[in-house]
């Protein structure tokens, strides 16, 4: 059975940074792209970042380019979403994800994601 675990969330302040993990199993990292997802209150849930890790090709919304960097350990089975600067606006419950490999990232979406874990609150405050 896939389960992903998301965890790091918390209360920081705009300009600072935390860092998510999601970890893994019934499945590994090499074998489904996965990423990140977050929803603030009131609005979509949106697309974040994706790595295929078996590749290590990488997607970054716009919204976080530069700031937010993501990466997987394969011998933890785990992913990680570094976010630097941070600003009241990322402030959302953030979920990782999973979609199988060969997908394109237009394609990785709320509605069609394979496996989705519990979300993590981030709170930015300014």
């Known amino acids: 059975e896939v389960q992903l675990q998301a965890s790091g969330g918390g209360l920081v302040q705009a300009g600072g940074s935390l860092r998510l993990s999601c970890a893994a199993s019934?499945?590994?990292?090499?074998?489904?792209?996965i990423g990140w997802f977050r929803q603030a209150p009131g609005k979509e849930r949106e697309r974040v970042s994706f790595?295929?890790?078996?590749?290590?090709?990488?997607y970054y919304a716009d919204s976080v380019k530069g700031r937010f960097t993501i990466s997987s350990d394969n011998a933890k089975n785990t992913m990680y979403l570094q976010m630097n600067t941070l600003k009241p606006e990322d402030t959302a419950v953030y979920y990782c994800?999973?979609?199988?490999?060969?997908?394109?990232?237009?394609?990785?979406?709320?509605?069609?994601?394979?496996?989705w874990g519990k979300g993590t609150q981030v709170t930015v405050s300014s």
């Open positions: 994800a999973a979609a199988s490999l060969g997908r394109g990232w237009d394609s990785l979406v709320a509605g069609d994601m394979d496996s």
């Open positions: 790595i295929s890790s078996g590749t290590g090709s990488t």
């Open positions: 019934g499945f590994t990292l090499d074998d489904y792209i």
